[in-house]
C-alpha cells in the first residue's frame, strides 16, 4: 500500500525569508559571477563580471578589448585609401556604412566633401540604408533569439541574406566589401541592381509586418522587455549615448537630420523617438527605422540621376586626377595622368595639414573619425569614435539592480558590435 | 548661437587662458593654455553654453617636440546643434590632467582609453584602468615610439616576447617626414633574428 506524505510547500517569498532567518551568516554576501567572453547572448566577446546578491545585480563591470586589432595605429602606417579595407571590420554588420563614413571623414579633410557628383551620393545613400536594415536585422534577430524567439531570428536572415547579394552584386564581396573610394565608389551600379533593389524593397515590408506580428503585441515579448533597464533622457545624453540608443531615450537626434550630409536633404524620413527608454521602446525605434531606411531606398531609387542603368552617363566620382586613380588608358597614353597614378600609389593623395572630426549615423550610432593630418597621404592621428564603445559605457549604470536573467535582454537591446568597440 | 560665438564666449570669461585656433572646413577649435584649468572651462560650456553632449576625447602625441601630448576634447550642444573642439596641451614631465567625468559620465571610457593607449593619466577618474589591452601589460601602443609590429617584452606570461614578423605582409608606409623613397609602401624586411627562436627574450 502507497504512503501519502504531505509537503509543505511555502511560497518563494516566505522560503526567502525563512532562509534567511535559518542562515543568518550568509546574509550580505555576494556572488561573482563571469559572463563571456564567449557568451552566445554577447555578440562577441564581451566580458562582463557580474556581483549578485542572490538574482539582483549589485555591480557589473564590463570588460572589453578581446578583439582590440590596433586599428587605429594601422591607419596611421599606411595612406588614406589603404585604410578602407579595415573600415569593413569595424562594424562588420553594416561594412557598406562604414566604408562610406570613412571616406566622407577623408573627402572633409580633403575639402571635396562638397563637390561629389549627385549620383555618388545617391549610391552612398542606398548602401548606407541598406546597411542600416542589415544590421537592426541582426540586432533585431539575435535580441529575439536570446529571448528564446528563434523564428525571428531565421526569418530576419532570409531578409539579410537578400542584403548580402546586393551587395555582392555592387562589390564583389559580401562582408568585406570596400566599395566605396575617396572621391567616389569603385564602380557604378551593376545593370539591373535598382531592379533587384526595389524587389527587396518589396518583400521587405510584409516581412517587416511579420517580425510585428510575431513580437510588438507578443504578452511574452513585452512583458520581457517592457520597463525593462530604463534610460532616461539625461542619462543617455550624460553617457553620449547615440542612435537608437539614445532616440529610444526620447532625444531626437539624428545626424541625417542635423548635420546632413550627401544628398539627405532632399530626401524624405522621419525620426522615430522612443517615450519611456526601455528596452521596449529601443526595440520599437529600430523597427521604425527599418521602414523608414526602406522609404529612402525608394526615393533613391525613384530620383538617382541617370536611372537605374545611368544611360546619360552621370559620372559616380569627383576625378580631378589626384583623389582617384586616373582612367587605365590614359595612364597608358598620358604623361600627366601617369604621373598622377604613380603619386597616388607610391605615397597617396596630398591631403592639406589640418584636423577634421566627421560624425556619420552609422546603424549602430555616431561613427566618428578624427583626422590629425600633417600632410601628405598617411594620417598622423586617426582616431574612430565607436558608438558601441560609448553605448556600453552604461552598462555598470544600467545593470544595477537589473535580475541576472534580463541581463541578455539588456545586451540585446543595446544592439552592439565589439568589431567596432574593441577596434 | 554659432560655434565660433561660442569660442568668443569661452574667451570672454576664460581671458588668455582661450585662443582661438584658425577655423579649417567650418569646424571651431579653441586651445587651453592651462590643462589644470580643463575642468572649469568644461563645467562653464556645459552650464552657461549649454554642451550637454561630449562626443569624443581623443589625444595626439607629438613625440620629439615639448609638450608631447595634446588631449582633444569633442563637445556638442544637442539644443543648438553646434560643436567646439577644445585642445590643451600636456607635457610628457607632467603627462596629467584633471579628469572631466564630473562634468559628463561619457568622459570615463574616454578617458580610459587614452591612459591605456597614450599613458596620459587623469587626476580624479574614478577607476583609471586599462580598458582595452589587459592590467600589466607594460607598454601604451599608440605613442609614435612604440614600433608597428610591438615591442619585444620580458614577461612571457603577459605581453607578447617578441615583435610580430612583418615580412610577407601587406606594404608597410613609414609615416611622416622623409623623402618619397623612404616614406613609400614596400615591403619592409626586419632585421635578421639572433638568439634562440624559443620565444623567450635573453637576459642582457
Known sequence: MATVQDIEFKDPLARTAQAAEDLPDIQDERMVLNMGPSHPATHGVLRIVLELDGEIITKADPDIGYLHRGDEKIA??????????????????????????????????LGIHDKLPPRCQYIRVMCAELARISAHLLGLGAFAMDMGAVTVFLLAFTEREKIYNLAEAVSGARLTTSYTRVGGVMRDLPPGWVDQCQKFCDEFIP?????????????????????????????????????????????????????????????????????????????????????????????????????ADNKSK?????????????????????????????????????????????????????????????????????????????????????????????????????????????? | MTSSEAANKLKAKFGDLISELPEFRGESSVALADAEKIVEVCRYAKSDLDFNYLVDISSLDHYGDDPR????????????????????????????????????????????????????????????????????????????????????????????????????????????????????PRIRIPEPETGESTGLIEKK
Open chain 1, 76 to 109: 596611421e602606417n599606411m595612406t588614406y585609401t589603404q585604410f578602407i579595407p579595415y573600415t569593413d571590420r569595424l562594424d562588420y554588420l553594416a561594412p557598406l556604412a562604414n566604408n562610406v563614413a570613412y571616406v566622407l571623414a577623408v573627402e572633409k579633410l
Open chain 1, 207 to 307: 516581412a517587416l509586418n511579420q517580425f510585428e506580428t510575431l513580437l510588438t503585441r507578443n504578452r511574452i515579448w513585452v512583458d520581457r522587455v517592457r520597463n525593462l533597464a530604463v534610460i532616461s533622457k539625461q542619462d543617455a545624453i550624460d553617457y553620449g549615448l547615440s542612435g537608437p540608443n539614445l532616440r529610444g531615450s526620447g532625444v531626437e537626434w539624428d545626424l541625417r537630420k542635423k548635420q546632413p550630409y550627401l544628398c539627405y536633404k532632399d530626401l524624405e524620413f522621419d525620426i522615430p523617438v522612443g517615450s519611456v527608454g526601455d528596452c521596449y521602446d529601443r526595440y520599437l525605434v529600430r523597427m521604425e527605422e527599418m521602414r523608414q531606411s526602406v522609404r529612402i531606398l525608394e526615393q533613391c531609387i525613384k530620383k538617382i540621376p541617370g536611372g
Open chain 2, 69 to 184: 601630448w595634446t588631449v582633444v576634447y569633442h563637445l556638442r550642444g544637442l539644443g543648438h546643434g553646434c560643436e567646439l573642439r577644445i585642445k590643451t596641451n600636456v607635457s610628457e614631465e607632467i603627462s596629467k590632467l584633471p579628469s572631466v567625468t564630473s562634468v559628463w559620465a561619457a568622459a570615463n571610457w574616454h578617458e580610459r582609453e587614452i591612459y591605456d593607449m597614450m599613458g596620459i593619466h587623469f587626476r580624479d577618474h574614478p577607476d583609471l584602468r586599462r580598458i582595452l589591452m589587459w592590467e600589466g601589460y607594460p607598454y601604451f601602443p599608440l605613442r609614435k615610439d612604440f614600433p608597428l609590429a610591438g615591442k619585444e617584452s620580458d614577461m612571457p606570461g603577459i605581453a607578447f616576447s617578441k615583435p610580430s614578423p612583418m615580412e610577407g605582409g601587406p606594404f608597410v608606409t613609414v609615416a611622416g617626414g622623409g623623402s618619397a623613397t623612404a616614406r613609400e
Open chain 1, 314 to 423: 552621370e559620372p559616380v566620382d569627383y576625378n580631378s586626377g589626384k583623389v582617384l586613380l586616373p582612367p587605365k588608358e590614359k595612364v597608358m597614353t598620358s604623361m600627366e595622368e601617369l604621373i598622377h597614378q604613380f603619386m597616388l600609389v607610391t605615397e597617396g593623395m596630398n591631403c592639406p595639414p589640418g584636423e577634421i572630426y566627421f560624425g556619420h549615423e552609422n546603424p549602430k550610432g555616431e561613427l566618428g573619425f578624427y583626422i590629425y593630418s600633417k600632410g601628405g597621404g598617411v594620417p598622423y592621428r586617426l582616431k574612430i569614435r565607436a558608438p558601441s564603445f560609448v553605448n556600453l559605457s552604461i552598462i555598470p549604470k544600467i545593470f544595477q539592480g537589473a535580475m541576472i536573467s534580463d541581463t541578455v535582454a539588456i545586451l540585446g537591446s543595446l544592439d552592439f558590435v565589439m568589431g567596432e568597440c574593441d577596434r
